[in-house]
């Protein structure tokens, strides 16, 4: 059987080049970076220079700026919990928004019962924040703002550059979490005016549990791992040495492709879409057709279940998912569509296809052609679909 791989933003195989770049940090040349000796000191230098490649990536003025950490979710966290702890007597609220990560979101939530205040910036019907509402929810007792790159579920690209400058003006921390964005599009600290920003390896072709949080210098931020004096103090515990060097590796390859994966993959990506939407009645798109990253797609089937959908194309050899991997597996609707104000039935019928540099027009086609069949077994064992006879999902309505 076939087996098509259409989940990227869940997670990347690793470029081959990049295990070669590591394989050597994990035996031959397996020194403690912080000895003396010849040995850490070969170390050491692979670190540096990585830190200056991801530094020069991302547009960063000091190599210093870059802190190196164990995932996405740590960044998000140390940003986020490094701030409120740095800032607490200046002021306790913090601006998010309503359909972030839940390493940001559920940070939040930890923040709130510290005593912490946090504004959830609500989003349009596509998924997109104003940046007046961020103005507008600034206050004097506002430390930070984090407003993610790119979403996740569907998609789409927020205003950060637009958002940032305001913050500035202001001179108010910002935070982008850029986990989807960084390797699928150009991301320059500078021209996004953030102060803080949150990358992971194993999103861009890189591998897993490591990842980076940009630190603009002269950023007040407490760290939350002690112990010894890697990082600067800012993240105690050896170094994943093979693993940053994956990650610089990564990035580099990633952004040297940038432009020409980007085209590619918008393509196929439009030419899913339109073909979905074309063959099959009562599915929606979830996220802004043209604001969004190069390879989402993300559908809402009515009265289907998304869970049920996965399996089948499971069955079918096709991975995808319904979602945020972090949201299935339980029975809440995403907190992204719901902020959307897509109403429950429709958020539960909804599958995200995620398109990375190796698929190929082949491999949609294939999925094109199975989906019908697929779609229209479930809709017939459905009773809601029999009921409704095709009306429109009338709970729609927006609650905001
Ligand atoms: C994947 C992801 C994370 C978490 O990164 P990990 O390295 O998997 O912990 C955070 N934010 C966004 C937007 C993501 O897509």
């Known amino acids: 059987m076939e087996r098509i791989y259409f989940d990227h933003a869940a997670t990347t195989p690793v470029e081959p080049q990049v295990v070669t770049a590591m394989i050597p940090y994990f035996s031959q040349s397996f020194g403690n970076p912080s000895s003396i000796h010849w040995f850490g000191r070969e170390n050491r230098k692979a670190i540096d220079e990585a830190r200056t490649v991801v530094a020069r990536e991302l547009g960063a003025g000091e190599p210093s700026e870059i802190i190196f950490t164990g995932s996405g979710s740590e960044s998000d966290n140390m940003a986020l919990k490094g701030v409120a702890s740095a800032l607490r007597k200046k002021g306790n609220h913090i ?21 912490f205040e946090i504004t959830y910036i609500p989003v349009s019907e596509a998924g997109l924040i104003d940046p007046l509402d961020v103005k507008n929810a600034l206050t004097d007792k506002t430390i930070l ?8 579920e569907v998609g789409t690209i927020q205003p950060i550059a637009e958002i940032g400058r305001l913050l500035r003006e202001r001179k ?3 935070h982008t979490d850029a986990v989807q964005s960084v390797g699928s599009i150009p991301v320059n600290v500078n021209e996004l005016l ?40 800012r993240r105690a515990g050896t170094e994943n040495v093979a693993g940053i060097v994956g990650l610089a590796k990564a990035l580099q390859l990633a ?17 899913l879409i339109e073909e979905v939407l074309r063959r099959i009645d009562h599915v929606r ?3 802004d057709r ?30 995808a998912s319904s979602g945020s991997a972090c949201t299935s597996g339980s029975l809440e609707p995403s907190h992204v569509l719901l902020g959307m104000g897509i109403c429950h039935e429709i958020a539960h019928g909804s599958l995200r296809l995620t398109l990375g540099k190796s698929n190929t027009k082949t491999e949609i086609d294939y999925f ?12 017939g064992m459905s009773p809601l679909y029999d009921s409704a006879v095709r009306k429109e999902c009338s709970g729609c309505t927006r609650t905001k």
């Open 285 to 287: 798109l979830n996220g």
């Open 194 to 233: 953030v102060d803080m920003l949150s990358l992971s390896a194993h999103k861009f072709y890189g591998p897993k549990g490591v990842g980076v949080l940009y630190v603009r210098k002269g950023t007040l931020i407490d760290s939350f791992i002690h112990g010894g004096s890697q990082e600067r103090n």
């Open 290 to 319: 043209s604001k969004r990253l190069p390879g989402n797609i993300n559908f809402s089937f009515e009265y289907i279940e998304g869970e049920s959908l996965l399996l089948s194309l499971d069955l079918k050899g096709i991975a």
């Open 95 to 115: 601006i998010t928004s309503a359909i972030e990560h839940h390493a940001i979101f559920d940070t939040c939530k930890y923040l709130e019962k510290q005593g």
């Open 368 to 379: 094109l052609e199975v989906l019908p069949e697929i779609v229209n077994k479930l809709r």
């Open 145 to 152: 703002v984090s407003i993610m790159h790119a979403n996740n």
């Open 255 to 271: 952004n040297g492709n940038l432009a020409a994966n980007q085209v590619t993959i918008t393509e196929l990506r439009n030419y």
């Open 172 to 174: 108010i921390l910002f």
